[in-house]
């Protein structure tokens, strides 16, 4: 199965956060899943790291690119196709971050794994 990792899931695995459900868990530790990490979620981070929202015990780049190879993620690249897609979705959420996430999990035929109940309401497949 193809997964994508929503922004949130990946700091709070990454930083041992409780609100990380058992089956996101579960899901990250499958090495046989084939786990996507967007580069939406990398400037994600990055402008929240940079506002200082996000505190991290490095630096942000070397601290993204250290997870995604302990995770063992795939990145799945943004495609002009993903940016249309996320301008067509229907207004149910208004994070761009998101939107785009959504339209990546839609267009790639990926399950989003995301905590985020407003993402629930596309019609994306997810898991939490």
Do not use: C
Not at 28 to 48: C, H, N, T, W, Y
Not at 88 to 108: F, K, T
Not at 115 to 127: G, K, M, N, Q
């Amino acid at each position: 199965m193809r997964i994508l990792i929503d922004t949130h899931v990946l700091l709070w695995a990454a930083l041992g956060d409780a609100r990380l459900s058992p089956a996101a868990e579960a899901i990250i530790g499958d090495r046989s899943q084939e786990l996507l990490f967007s580069p939406v979620s990398a400037m994600e981070i990055a402008m929240k790291h940079a506002a200082g929202r996000l505190a991290l015990p490095d630096e942000v780049r070397n601290w993204i690119h250290t997870r995604v190879a302990a995770f063992g993620l795939v990145e799945l690249p943004l495609s002009t196709e993903h940016a249309i897609e996320a301008g067509r979705l229907p207004g149910h959420h208004r994070d761009p971050w998101d939107r785009l996430l959504v339209a990546q999990a839609r267009i790639e035929g990926a399950t989003l794994l995301t905590a985020d109940s407003a993402i629930h309401r596309y019609e994306v497949t997810t898991i939490w």
